[in-house]
């Protein structure tokens, strides 16, 4: 029987309709990347290739390597950093000069390795660029909202092979954020308490949609997931903003986003994905709101049903999902 669920902190409708549903293996998509190059001499991100691309804004080196991961300005720019975020128009039509930050984060040298690929050592390299570049956009007093992302593969977007990520700075929160941080505010007014550190706590106690933790993380599916596999990583710390996540937590961060999408990939065959930290908006106190991570496998299409009305149809049931990856990261950790 088909079921309605709500997710409270999007507040979305999904449907629950697993007689729509596919087998795992049917979701084969992309090609694999032992298929790949391991240096692309045409590819603006490999070494050797450094002059090609936009201005470098900062680098982390390693002995041995000339670098392990580079942050670069995007060459095609959504956002022009050189503006002001002016506010002009009217009731009818409100503007404000396209002032943004929007930078390409290439995750290491290797052309052929995504995440899952790269030492530990080398994601939580990732993590902090991540966390270095967070920081600094956030003191500019023009910017609002900072969002970091990784479009990984074709279905998700992506136009370049070589892993990356990218990190956009707004000077504007859109209504999806804001949404939750009322949702986030209000539930701290009635209960005193932060609506997603009780929401992790009921995750943990039921044990039903978890697929893995750790000493400072946990990931499991949301009740109300919009689509197959749809998985959220939140830290166990409470924290509005991403920018706040500390030294001794990065290996654990790295630690969980590598067996959540080495799960992800062992199970559904390399899915296309998009992965969003989602941050609060910057100048918000530290109260309403907790920082976490979508990773959203790329495996069906969003259709008209969707845009009429926002409400997801899932063929698949989050609590088997999760059962699923939580018998492939039990394999991975060698406990079964
Ligand atoms: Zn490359
Ligand atoms: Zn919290």
């Known amino acids: 029987m088909p079921e309605f669920r709500y997710n409270i902190l999007t507040q979305e409708w999904v449907i629950i309709a697993t007689e729509r549903a596919k087998?795992?293996?049917?979701?084969?998509?992309?090609?694999?990347?032992?298929?790949?190059?391991?240096?692309?001499?045409?590819?603006?991100?490999?070494?050797?290739?450094?002059?090609?691309?936009?201005?470098?804004?900062?680098?982390?080196?390693?002995?041995?390597?000339?670098?392990?991961?580079?942050?670069?300005?995007?060459?095609?720019?959504?956002?022009?950093?050189?503006?002001?975020?002016?506010?002009?128009?009217?009731?009818?039509?409100?503007?404000?000069?396209?002032?943004?930050?929007?930078?390409?984060?290439?995750?290491?040298?290797?052309?052929?390795?995504?995440?899952?690929?790269?030492?530990?050592s080398d994601i939580e390299t990732i993590i902090e660029a991540y966390r270095e570049r967070y920081r600094t956009h956030e003191r500019d007093p023009r910017v609002k909202h900072i969002i970091l992302f990784k479009n990984n593969g074709e279905k998700a977007g992506s136009s370049i092979i070589h892993p990356h990520s990218q990190l956009i700075a707004t000077p504007i929160i859109s209504?999806?954020?804001?949404?939750?941080?009322?949702?986030?505010?209000?539930?701290?007014?009635?209960?005193?308490?932060?609506?997603?550190?009780?929401?992790?706590?009921?995750?943990?106690?039921?044990?039903?949609?978890?697929?893995?933790?750790?000493?400072?993380?946990?990931?499991?599916?949301?009740?109300?997931?919009?689509s197959s596999f749809h998985t959220w990583i939140f830290p166990l710390e409470h924290h509005a903003h991403f920018g706040r996540l500390s030294d001794n937590q990065i290996p654990a961060l790295a630690d969980i986003l590598y067996y959540v999408l080495k799960s992800q990939e062992k199970l559904l065959n390399y899915p296309d994905f998009n992965f969003v930290i989602r941050s609060a908006p910057v100048y918000t106190e530290d109260v309403d709101y907790h920082w976490y991570i979508s990773i959203i496998p790329r495996l069906s299409k969003t259709a008209g049903f969707e845009i009429g009305s926002n409400i997801y149809i899932n063929p698949s049931l989050p609590e088997a999902n999760a059962l699923e990856l939580r018998n492939v990261v039990d394999t991975l950790k060698g406990l079964v």
């Open 175 to 226: 209504g999806q954020i804001q949404g939750r941080l009322n949702v986030t505010k209000n539930y701290r007014m009635e209960h005193h308490t932060c609506l997603m550190c009780d929401m992790v706590a009921q995750e943990m106690a039921q044990n039903t949609r978890i697929i893995y933790r750790n000493e400072h993380f946990v990931s499991f599916l949301p009740y109300a997931a919009l």
């Open 23 to 120: 087998r795992p293996m049917e979701f084969a998509q992309t090609i694999p990347r032992a298929m790949l190059p391991k240096l692309d001499p045409t590819c603006p991100f490999c070494p050797g290739n450094e002059a090609a691309t936009a201005t470098e804004v900062s680098r982390i080196s390693r002995p041995g390597v000339s670098w392990q991961t580079r942050v670069i300005k995007n060459k095609f720019p959504a956002l022009q950093e050189d503006l002001q975020p002016t506010v002009s128009g009217n009731f009818f039509r409100p503007k404000i000069d396209g002032f943004g930050i929007h930078e390409v984060i290439i995750d290491s040298p290797y052309h052929d390795r995504g995440i899952t690929d790269l030492s530990f």
